[in-house]
T-cell receptor, first 109, second 113 residues
Framework: QQQVKQSPQSLIVQKGGIPIINCAYENTAFDYFPWYQQFPGKGPALLIAIRPDVSEKKEGRFTISFNKSAKQFSLHIMDSQPGDSATYFCAASGSRLTFGEGTQLTVNP | DGGITQSPKYLFRKEGQNVTLSCEQNLNHDAMYWYRQDPGQGLRLIYYSQIVNDFQKGDIAEGYSVSREKKESFPLTVTSAQKNPTAFYLC????????????FGDGTRLSIL
């Protein structure tokens, strides 16, 4: 009930492409869905977050899409750049934060 | 600048030895956390503390211990009972509760000699 399933495990795109990372959850008590970005040797940093009363949120080139009925949410990165190469984690919060397994994104020049 | 400081960045443990990882925050956050990160397994919660002098076990607390004597500090001890301690350890904090966005330190990488 507390799991968050994230896919794919790794993703390679060309510069300018639109990588999409998907997450699914089971616990309907989750009510806050953040995404974190982590560079090698660094701690994760909060990138963008959404609450289930909205279906989409944009911040710069990053967009979260949220489908409450399907219990799924996804991260889209528009016009991806080599500097976006990092590991991305989705998470969901009910009584506490539960993380997905992570997606290693590589954006080739 | 406010933030979370973890030290050391790299740490080596001998067999049968306890080691302590330091975590200090100057964000005036009430809650602090320790996570373990292994490749392909995301972040797993070891211990968390919502107030001084109180802490709770997370999902993988066996072989670890913590203390919270000051609001700013939440050290983690990896004991000899933890048979597979090699991992990247992350400390985090949040303003009030476990539901708040969490700010992370830059981690300590622990290896076995």
């Amino acid at each position: 009930q507390q799991q968050v399933k994230q896919s794919p495990q790794s993703l390679i795109v060309q510069k300018g492409g639109i990588p999409i990372i998907n997450c699914a959850y089971e616990n309907t008590a989750f009510d806050y869905f953040p995404w974190y970005q982590q560079f090698p040797g660094k701690g994760p940093a909060l990138l963008i977050a959404i609450r289930p009363d909205v279906s989409e949120k944009k911040e710069g080139r990053f967009t979260i899409s949220f489908n409450k009925s399907a219990k799924q949410f996804s991260l889209h990165i528009m016009d991806s750049q080599p500097g976006d190469s990092a590991t991305y984690f989705c998470a969901a919060s009910g009584s506490r934060l539960t993380f997905g397994e992570g997606t290693q994104l590589t954006v080739n020049p | 600048d406010g933030g979370i400081t973890q030290s050391p960045k790299y740490l080596f443990r001998k067999e049968g030895q306890n080691v302590t990882l330091s975590c200090e925050q100057n964000l005036n956050h009430d809650a602090m956390y320790w996570y373990r990160q292994d490749p392909g397994q995301g972040l797993r919660l070891i211990y968390y503390s919502q107030i001084v002098n109180d802490f709770q076990k997370g999902d993988i607390a066996e072989g670890y211990s913590v203390s919270r004597e000051k609001k700013e500090s939440f050290p983690l001890t990896v004991t000899s009972a933890q048979k597979n301690p090699t991992a990247f350890y992350l400390c985090a904090s949040s303003r009030y509760s476990l539901r708040q966005p969490q700010h992370f330190g830059d981690g300590t990488r622990l290896s076995i000699l």
